[in-house]
């Protein structure tokens, strides 16, 4: 009897197993279209490689509608000679020639690259020492961070307006400080080299705490071991800050330079609202008018568009040049630093 069951049973295959809910049936419906799931997973393929660029697509089109196309129009535009309300005529380069014989443009081009080394040195200078400053223990940091910050924070126009009755000639607070001394008053409007330095003034006070709150971060982010050593080498706090600290933030100290030149280059609000009435010309002798100010001048006033676009690619140019030159000393630096650990890993394996 039990070698019946084994013979009758021992020749049969056990059934297959099957999944809950699915049938084994020839005719069964069940089972999922293979064209539903093939177009579920090409939809699927498509979001993964399509959706990063659908969600960065609205700052290219805007970039292309407020960036793009007001480059190029402006270069096109600068090759022709175009009046406000008239049709553009070809000129060529005649208008980047007209550029370099114009007294105009040397004297706007002398003006901003003078108000930018007199506003730009001190201003980060005073940042360095400020946030050097800030670095240590001190009561209340929170309070003189905030406060650092604050100048930049207020508008162009009201700090030029402030400071414009700050300097003026007549009844300005400077004069009257100056008189007290027993000084004669400054003509801060009318004379070239007073008029810069007011203009200066006005740019050092607005971002002397952006940078050095710029240049606070890059000081917390060098490790304390390096002042620990120095210390223990018998360098004073000056020594420290000479030659750990300025050394380790010199990427840092390069960017705010580089910056503070592009700002400078662009100078437009500070200089055209400190002249009042005549700011827009640079004073009553061009003493103090910027590129942007000259180019402002060009397209807005006189209407020759062609040669404000002219001098807004020359301004381009000379960005570009800076951002080159920047590159290139961060370039030599970078090798010069891996040449030097190259040097000391090479002397500590001999």
């Known amino acids: 009897m039990a070698t019946s069951v084994r013979a009758t049973g021992g020749g049969s295959a056990p059934p297959a197993a099957q999944a809950p809910g699915s049938s084994a049936g020839p005719g069964s419906h069940s089972q999922r279209p293979a064209g539903r799931s093939g177009w579920r997973s090409t939809l699927y393929r498509l979001d993964l490689k399509a959706a990063p660029y659908v969600f960065i697509a609205p700052f290219f089109l805007t970039f292309a509608a407020f960036g793009l196309f007001p480059l190029i129009y ?14 553009a005529q070809w000129r060529g380069l005649g208008n980047y020639s007209a550029l370099a014989t114009s007294e105009f443009f040397w004297n706007a081009l002398a003006n901003t690259f003078t108000i930018g080394v007199i506003s730009t040195v001190p201003q980060l200078l005073m940042a360095l020492c400020l946030a050097h400053l800030l670095n240590y223990k001190l009561r209340g940091r929170g309070f003189f961070r905030v406060a650092v910050l604050a100048p930049y ?5 009201a700090a030029t307006l402030v400071f414009a009755q700050l300097f003026n000639t007549d009844y300005g607070l400077i004069n009257t400080a100056l008189g007290w001394l027993g000084f004669d008053p400054v003509a801060w409007e009318s004379s070239k080299w007073p008029a810069q330095i007011a203009i ?3 740019v050092t006070w607005r971002w002397t705490g952006y940078n050095a709150l710029i240049y606070l971060a890059a000081m917390q982010a060098v490790p304390q071991d ?19 600290t300025i050394p380790s933030i010199r990427p840092t100290i390069l960017f705010t330079v580089v910056v503070s030149t592009i700002g400078a280059t662009q100078l ?3 200089p055209m609202l400190f002249g009042g ?3 827009i010309s640079g004073g009553s002798g061009n003493q103090f008018q910027t590129l942007s100010l000259l180019m402002y001048e060009k397209g807005w006033v006189t209407g020759a568009l062609g040669q404000a676009s002219a001098i807004a690619w020359v301004m381009l140019l000379l960005l570009l040049i800076i951002g080159g030159i ?8 970078r090798g010069r630093g891996r040449g030097r650990s190259r040097n000391e890993r090479t002397k500590a394996g001999s």
């Open 226 to 244: 390096l002042y620990e050593a120095a210390a223990l080498d018998g360098a004073s706090r000056l020594r420290q800050f000479l030659s750990v």
């Open 326 to 333: 920047q590159a290139l000393v961060s370039r030599s630096n």
């Open 153 to 157: 924070a207020t508008s162009i126009a």
């Open 268 to 270: 437009f609000g500070e």
């Open 200 to 202: 200066s003034v006005i």
């Open 74 to 87: 402006t270069g096109w535009l600068s090759l022709h000679r175009v009046e406000l309300g008239g049709s």
């Open 277 to 279: 009435s005549i700011g």
